[in-house]
């Protein structure tokens, strides 16, 4: 497939109401070229489908509220680092780098980009700003993918971003093909056995590879009897070995049938995020004996139980409501394209 078909595919597979859907195909065809993925119907359909649920096809989508969301955070924070009420107001008054007060532009967000930026120029020029901010960005996701910041940070130390950066990785993000790249890298440029591409999309929004963890806790409380959260955490965070989270242990129990020590345990757990987790002795053993058990293979993928939180989600959510949502655009996307 020539370049100029690809884009002609990805154009075919965008809804009609997608404005500069040229632009947009053009975009997204540039992440799979320099990402190496197979421009096929389903990978394009995955990234259109998770495109249109996060953004409705906006490079820095709007959020309704998002000014009163950031006072009551910013609330939130001051009370917890002790600074008074009278002297965050006094910050606010403060003229920003624009000439606006702080005040004035915190009202008037309406994007997270717009937010972030006004974070930035505040933890920068305000005294106490790394204080009440603990030093970094409270906005974590941005751009059309709504990808997390963090993910993109992580992943230009393995590859190559292939455009210039004018500023930030962050700044990246929120643009149309930076968010585009790192999207796509994360819901894509990893390999998963998945025989459903809803999981992918649980794993977009739980973490990748949460769908097969959260089938590996299954299994292990079928073995242990106990009631683990199958949210895809295999290890506690923080990483403390000598801190055990419910699932290592509920597995460690499992330790004198697994042949398998504490510590070599914790090694396993913590190739939660690579696909060599399959191939480790405590993946093995583990279903071979929850096989055994049921009397039949035990599912290798779950959708994560995950109830979503977040001061822009107003509504009870989870996980496994985002993958169906998105499957239902992925299947439109794929009847599009015929």
């Not at 937010?115 to 996701?141: C, H, Q």
């Not at 440029?189 to 025989?195: G, R």
């Amino acid at each position: 497939m020539s370049a100029e078909e690809a884009r002609a595919l990805v154009r075919r597979a965008l809804p009609d109401t997608v404005k500069d859907s040229v632009g947009w195909a053009a975009d997204i065809y540039a992440a799979f070229a320099t990402l190496e993925i197979r421009p096929t119907s389903e990978n394009i359909c995955s990234a259109v489908a998770i495109i249109g649920q996060e953004s409705s096809f906006q490079a820095d989508p709007a959020v309704p509220g998002l000014a009163q969301i950031a006072r009551r955070e910013m609330d939130k924070r001051r009370e917890s680092a002790g600074i008074p009420k009278f002297a965050l107001d006094a910050a606010l008054a403060l003229p920003s780098s624009d000439g606006k007060s702080y005040g004035d532009r915190l009202d008037a967000v309406k994007t997270e980009k717009q937010l972030s930026e006004l974070y930035e120029d505040f933890i920068g020029r305000v005294p106490f700003g790394k204080t009440l901010l603990a030093d970094r960005n409270p906005v974590r996701t941005g751009g059309p993918m709504q990808v997390s910041i963090a993910y993109a940070e992580r992943q230009v130390k393995t590859r190559a971003y292939p455009y210039r950066m004018a500023g930030s990785v962050r700044d990246e993000v929120f643009s149309r093909r930076g968010g585009l790249y790192f999207g796509i890298a994360h819901l894509l440029d990893y390999p998963a056995h998945y025989d459903q591409p809803f999981y992918r999309f649980a794993d977009f929004n739980a973490g990748q590879y949460a769908s097969r963890n959260a089938a590996f806790q299954s299994a292990v409380s079928t073995l242990t009897g106990v009631a683990l959260d199958l949210d895809g955490d295999l290890v506690a965070p923080g990483g403390d070995a000598a801190k055990a989270g419910s699932t290592e242990a509920a597995v460690r129990s499992l330790g004198p049938r697994l042949g398998m020590s504490d510590a070599e345990i914790r090694q396993a757990l913590e190739q939660e995020g690579l696909p060599s987790l399959e191939q480790t002795r405590l993946w093995t053993r583990v279903f071979e004996l929850a096989d055994a058990k049921e009397r039949r293979p035990m599912a290798r993928a779950l959708l994560p139980r995950i109830h979503l939180q977040s001061p822009k989600i107003t509504r009870p959510l989870t996980t496994e409501w985002f993958a169906r949502r998105v499957d239902e655009r992925y299947q439109r996307c794929l009847a599009r394209d015929g």
